[in-house]
């Protein structure tokens, strides 16, 4: 008959303790982070179909949309207002509600308002433009009508999958427009983001992100003001900063010893813009791992979270070249194998190649533990046939 020995009782009856006092769980959300949103006079006139009046940019966010669905989370810079008509791009911008639809439908779960672009119409664009994310149930911040609203919804808190985010946004401008009271803008402040980090650091969050609209435009390597502030924010509790405005790719850094990503612009997500450089961005994917553990029934668990990995995507804004001149945003690593079928004339195609190439070359070169996905290995959609342009 088998005996059990001493050791072997001690190690069994530890095991019975540790297993019936000590429960652990581990959970993970991943994100999703777009650049500027932009709405230029030829996307505006894109989106409109003249047979039914009415705007529609499905089309445009067709190919994109999967890569957005497949986070947890999908987080972008809306880099316009939505003020109603007239409406109007470059250099004051109010884009068609229709666009805020189609954002939301394509899989943008939040948008950060603060920027440059936010008073473009001044006290009614920036208050109807909250409005008009508020009835399409989009979570904002950045920018907000009153003080009042500000103290309720600063840090703005998201909930998902067990996690609890806070989220702050900031701008280094308004283009030397006027923010009218009772509004605000959140601006780049380090007296400000101190503050704001200690309250968001006293509601226990999993994880504080930072969304900072500054830099340089056009530049593809960050300004020292700007690394100074992302310090800054990491010293004061920050785990992720992410930053815009440049309409440009910046540099993305995962600093694991430290537990911390930064990434100092993602370029455009959709705009007008044509210009090599301009033409594309990036998604930036990251992917948050909490561990909690509970001694016992009688004790409150504790958690730990950290970033478990990190990735990109490119993505290039495709313009047709017919009478229609649709826009078509454009994961680069599935059109790239087929950009014939995809790309119809030579012009575009030589875009496309260009921009994927000073894009890998950039990152290549500057980017710290970050590389081209795929991370989320749920993306399941086929871009099919009859869906190209």
């Known amino acids: 008959m088998f005996e059990i020995n001493t050791n072997m009782r001690i190690l069994i009856l530890l095991f019975l303790i540790t297993s019936s006092t000590f429960a652990q769980d581990t959970t993970r959300l991943s994100i999703i982070f777009g650049g500027d949103i932009m709405g230029h006079d030829s996307q505006i006139a894109s989106a409109y179909d003249p047979v039914k009046k009415v705007y529609d940019y499905t089309s445009c966010f067709q190919f994109i949309k999967p890569y957005l669905e497949s986070a947890d989370l999908a987080i972008g810079n809306l880099e316009l207002t939505f003020a109603g008509p007239p409406y109007k791009g470059y250099p004051q911008f109010s884009s068609p509600d229709a666009l805020g639809k189609g954002l939301k439908d394509s899989g943008f779960d939040v948008l950060v308002t603060a920027n440059n672009h936010c008073v473009?119409?001044?006290?009614?664009?920036?208050?109807?433009?909250?409005?008009?994310?508020?009835?399409l149930d989009i979570p904002h911040t950045g920018t907000f009508i009153d003080t009042v609203s500000r103290l309720n919804d600063s840090?703005?808190?998201?909930?998902?999958?067990?996690?609890?985010?806070?989220?702050?946004?900031?701008?280094?401008?308004?283009?030397?427009?006027?923010?009218?009271?009772?509004?605000?803008?959140?601006r780049i402040d380090r007296a400000m983001i101190k503050k704001d980090l200690d309250k968001a650091k006293s509601l226990n969050p999993d994880a504080i992100i930072v969304f900072t609209?500054?830099?340089?435009?056009?530049?593809?390597?960050?300004?020292?003001?700007?690394?100074?502030?992302?310090?800054?924010?990491?010293?004061?509790?920050?785990?992720?900063?992410?930053?815009?405005?440049?309409?440009?790719?910046?540099?993305?850094?995962?600093?694991?010893?430290?537990?911390?990503?930064?990434?100092?612009?993602?370029?455009?997500?959709?705009?007008?813009?044509?210009?090599?450089?301009?033409?594309?961005?990036?998604?930036?994917?990251?992917?948050?791992?909490?561990?909690?553990?509970?001694?016992?029934?009688?004790?409150?668990?504790?958690?730990?979270?950290?970033?478990?990995?990190?990735?990109?995507?490119?993505?290039?804004?495709?313009?047709?070249?017919?009478?229609?001149?649709?826009?078509?945003?454009?994961?680069?690593?599935?059109?790239?194998?087929?950009?014939?079928?995809?790309?119809?004339?030579?012009?575009s195609k030589a875009a496309f190649k260009v921009f994927a190439e000073d894009s890998r070359k950039?990152?290549?070169?500057?980017?710290?533990?970050?590389?081209?996905?795929?991370?989320?290995?749920?993306?399941?959609?086929?871009?099919?046939?009859?869906?190209?342009?």
């Open 213 to 347: 609209h500054w830099g340089v435009e056009y530049e593809s390597l960050p300004r020292s003001a700007d690394v100074d502030i992302a310090e800054y924010c990491f010293k004061h509790g920050a785990k992720l900063v992410i930053g815009a405005h440049p309409h440009v790719l910046q540099p993305m850094e995962w600093r694991k010893e430290k537990d911390q990503f930064v990434v100092y612009s993602l370029g455009n997500y959709v705009s007008g813009q044509r210009k090599r450089y301009t033409d594309g961005g990036a998604l930036a994917a990251i992917e948050l791992e909490k561990i909690s553990r509970q001694q016992d029934s009688t004790t409150q668990a504790t958690s730990v979270t950290r970033i478990s990995n990190a990735s990109y995507y490119l993505h290039w804004i495709y313009r047709t070249v017919d009478a229609q001149k649709d826009y078509y945003m454009m994961p680069v690593h599935k059109v790239e194998h087929d950009a014939e079928s995809f790309i119809k004339d030579a012009a």
């Open 155 to 186: 840090p703005l808190i998201i909930e998902k999958n067990g996690f609890k985010l806070a989220l702050l946004n900031y701008t280094f401008s308004t283009n030397g427009l006027p923010v009218t009271k009772p509004n605000i803008v959140n």
């Open 362 to 389: 950039l990152y290549q070169k500057h980017n710290k533990n970050v590389n081209e996905g795929p991370l989320l290995n749920q993306i399941s959609a086929v871009v099919t046939e009859e869906k190209k342009p």
């Open 120 to 135: 473009d119409r001044g006290r009614k664009g920036l208050e109807r433009t909250i409005m008009m994310l508020d009835s």
